[in-house]
């Protein structure tokens, strides 16, 4: 199985940026398709975006279109979220996943495998 651990979450103003980093060690990452979730407070874990294993097909999440990047370097074994102009609804922790089928479309990831999470808090 592969091991992911997160970084990169803060407190940022709204309007704000931040870059989230997913490291994954144990088996080869470019063999996962990989995506991002986040959970508020009372709420239940969403999809916020999605990235193939090759990096060539993308799925967002309609509210971070166009804010939000996903991208990877498979070189690195590492995942990344951009995020920009950020929202105080974008508070949440967030949550790297990687998804062990073989043949995945990006928008229906799912995750078989978790990190233990990122807080992102965004102030108004």
């Known amino acids: 199985q592969v091991q992911l651990v997160e970084s990169g979450g803060g407190l940022v103003q709204a309007g704000g940026s931040l870059r989230l980093s997913c490291a994954a060690s144990?088996?080869?990452?470019?063999?996962?398709?990989m995506g991002w979730f986040r959970q508020a407070p009372g709420k239940e874990r969403e999809f916020v975006a999605a990235i193939s294993r090759g990096g060539g097909s993308t799925s967002y999440q309609d509210s971070v279109k166009g804010r939000f990047t996903i991208s990877r370097d498979n070189a690195k074994n590492t995942l990344y979220l951009q995020m920009n102009s950020l929202k105080p609804e974008d508070t949440a922790v967030y949550y790297c996943a990687a998804d062990r089928r073989t043949s995945v479309v990006v928008s229906t990831i799912r995750g078989d495998y978790w990190g233990q999470g990122t807080q992102v808090t965004v102030s108004s």
């Open positions: 144990g088996r080869t990452f470019s063999n996962y398709a």
